[in-house]
């Protein structure tokens, strides 16, 4: 009986303890299974960050190139913080390797082949290396928008980006968005394009000096120097519009125009009514671009008026909470632009500046400062009624100023 009751014994204990290991075996599965989920995650963040980095590396050289100048080390920096992206995703892919190491040793606990309390140290180990992975992807993404933000340091109060509209060799449209951080607002000023700067209408600077040039005669003519310049042509603004769902807007004046450019070297006819409006990138465009039955300081208005549709419509999506929406949404936007301005500035401007007020109707015209005449070419073209540039300067300064 004695004997009986010792065995019996021992069968309990075996079954106690075959229970107790089949416990320990499947909480480690499960333990694994969320290591692997949480090492994924930090695997997808570099993924992405590496993506992004390498893509904006080769398509935006020249504009780090330019950075330089303007910066001084930034690309130095950008360098750096890709480096360290890189070196983020070496050390993920070893961490890859580790969790596949635990993963075959946990199939073998069921044969006894593997020490359990070994293991669970190993697994806390590799825990801790995750962990600390996921604080480093934390860093490189908030590297990567403290990069972006530092890129429009400038010595005045003011960061100015030049917005070009392009048809052909044509510049139709000229604008400055001027930003006061201090004052949380974004002033637009429409520069007409018949100006003279230097003996020459100003939108001919663009294309026969580039962007930088373009850059100096604005300068030259209201005292303020862009930082930044973003020119878009008639197509890419369409598909911009359209990307976003297209805008909407309140026109508080009808608009007939019998002469619209139909692309094939005829005329259309184009009607807007007064009201609430929503436009398609195509009928957005025709808008912005009328001008036969109204004025080119008309036209300024107006395009104003669909900059800051643009930029409502963009605010509502409310990408700041959907950061790859936005990286996609920004990505596409930039690619249809001829632009100094990378996927991160851009996104780094959007995040600080989408609540400021954005103050338009700021045109420079004959009805201000500007007067008509012709020059010795029979050229049409727009001076400035004091002679010199210095009233307008004034003007723009106060516009602009905190």
Same mark, same amino acid.
């Given at each position: 009986?004695? =004997?009986?009751?010792?065995?019996? =014994?021992?069968?309990?204990?075996?079954?106690?303890?075959?229970?107790?290991?089949?416990?320990?075996?499947?909480?480690?599965?499960?333990?694994?299974?969320?290591?692997?989920?949480?090492?994924?995650?930090?695997?997808?963040?570099?993924?992405?960050?590496?993506?992004?980095?390498?893509?904006?590396?080769?398509?935006?050289?020249?504009?780090?190139?330019?950075?330089?100048?303007?910066?001084?080390?930034?690309?130095?920096?950008?360098?750096?913080?890709?480096?360290?992206?890189?070196?983020?995703? =070496?050390?993920?892919?070893?961490?890859?390797?580790?969790?596949?190491?635990?993963?075959?040793?946990?199939?073998?606990?069921?044969?006894?082949?593997?020490?359990?309390?070994?293991?669970?140290?190993?697994?806390?180990?590799?825990?801790?290396?995750?962990?600390?992975?996921?604080?480093?992807?934390?860093?490189?993404?908030?590297?990567?928008?403290?990069?972006?933000?530092?890129?429009?340091?400038?010595?005045?109060?003011?960061?100015?980006?030049?917005?070009?509209?392009?048809?052909?060799?044509?510049?139709?449209?000229?604008?400055?968005?001027?930003?006061?951080?201090?004052?949380?607002?974004?002033?637009?000023?429409?520069?007409?394009?018949?100006?003279?700067?230097?003996?020459?209408?100003?939108?001919?600077?663009?294309?026969?000096?580039?962007?930088?040039?373009?850059?100096?005669?604005?300068?030259?003519?209201?005292?303020?120097?862009?930082?930044?310049?973003?020119?878009?042509?008639?197509?890419?603004?369409?598909?911009?519009?359209?990307?976003?769902?297209?805008?909407?807007?309140?026109?508080?004046?009808?608009?007939?125009?019998?002469?619209?450019?139909?692309?094939?070297?005829?005329?259309?006819?184009?009607?807007?009514?007064?009201?609430?409006?929503?436009?398609?990138?195509?009928?957005?465009?025709?808008?912005?671009?009328?001008?036969?039955?109204?004025?080119?300081?008309?036209?300024?208005?107006?395009?104003?008026?669909?900059?800051?549709?643009?930029?409502?419509?963009?605010?509502?999506? =409310?990408?700041?909470?959907?950061?790859?929406?936005?990286?996609?949404?920004?990505?596409?936007?930039?690619?249809?632009?001829?632009?100094?301005?990378?996927?991160?500035?851009?996104?780094?401007?959007?995040?600080?500046?989408?609540?400021?007020?954005?103050?338009?109707?700021?045109?420079?015209?004959?009805?201000?400062?500007?007067?008509?005449?012709?020059?010795?070419?029979?050229?049409?073209?727009?001076?400035?009624?004091?002679?010199?540039?210095?009233?307008?300067?004034?003007?723009?300064?106060?516009?602009?100023?905190?």
């Amino acid at each position: 009986m004695h =004997n009986l009751r010792r065995k019996f =014994n021992n069968k309990v204990h075996d079954v106690l303890d075959g229970s107790s290991r089949l416990a320990k075996i499947s909480l480690m599965e499960t333990a694994f299974v969320s290591m692997v989920m949480a090492m994924m995650a930090v695997f997808g963040g570099f993924l992405y960050m590496h993506d992004v980095f390498s893509a904006d590396l080769d398509s935006k050289d020249i504009q780090v190139n330019s950075l330089i100048q303007e910066v001084g080390d930034l690309k130095d920096e950008n360098v750096a913080l890709y480096q360290e992206v890189l070196s983020g995703q =070496n050390d993920v892919d070893g961490l890859s390797a580790s969790v596949e190491v635990l993963g075959n040793e946990i199939a073998l606990l069921g044969n006894g082949e593997v020490d359990i309390d070994l293991l669970l140290s190993d697994m806390q180990s590799l825990q801790t290396q995750i962990e600390q992975q996921k604080d480093v992807v934390a860093s490189v993404v908030t590297e990567s928008t403290e990069f972006a933000r530092q890129s429009y340091v400038s010595a005045d109060e003011t960061f100015d980006v030049l917005i070009l509209g392009t048809h052909g060799t044509l510049t139709d449209t000229l604008m400055v968005a001027s930003v006061n951080p201090e004052l949380e607002t974004v002033t637009l000023i429409s520069i007409p394009r018949d100006l003279s700067v230097n003996g020459r209408k100003i939108n001919e600077h663009y294309n026969l000096y580039g962007a930088d040039q373009m850059k100096q005669a604005v300068y030259e003519l209201i005292g303020i120097l862009p930082e930044k310049y973003v020119v878009v042509d008639m197509q890419a603004f369409t598909e911009i519009v359209d990307a976003i769902g297209g805008i909407d807007l309140y026109v508080d004046k009808e608009l007939y125009d019998n002469q619209y450019p139909d692309g094939y070297g005829g005329y259309s006819a184009f009607y807007m009514a007064t009201g609430d409006q929503h436009m398609d990138g195509s009928t957005a465009l025709k808008y912005a671009r009328s001008r036969k039955s109204t004025s080119d300081f008309d036209r300024a208005d107006r395009q104003q008026d669909v900059v800051l549709a643009v930029r409502e419509k963009v605010a509502s999506m =409310n990408l700041v909470s959907d950061p790859s929406t936005a990286v996609t949404m920004f990505r596409a936007i930039l690619d249809n632009m001829d632009t100094d301005i990378g996927l991160f500035e851009g996104i780094g401007y959007y995040s600080d500046f989408s609540d400021y007020t954005v103050e338009t109707g700021n045109v420079l015209s004959t009805g201000n400062y500007l007067y008509s005449t012709y020059n010795v070419y029979g050229q049409y073209i727009l001076m400035p009624n004091s002679g010199d540039y210095s009233m307008i300067k004034e003007w723009v300064a106060g516009l602009v100023g905190s």
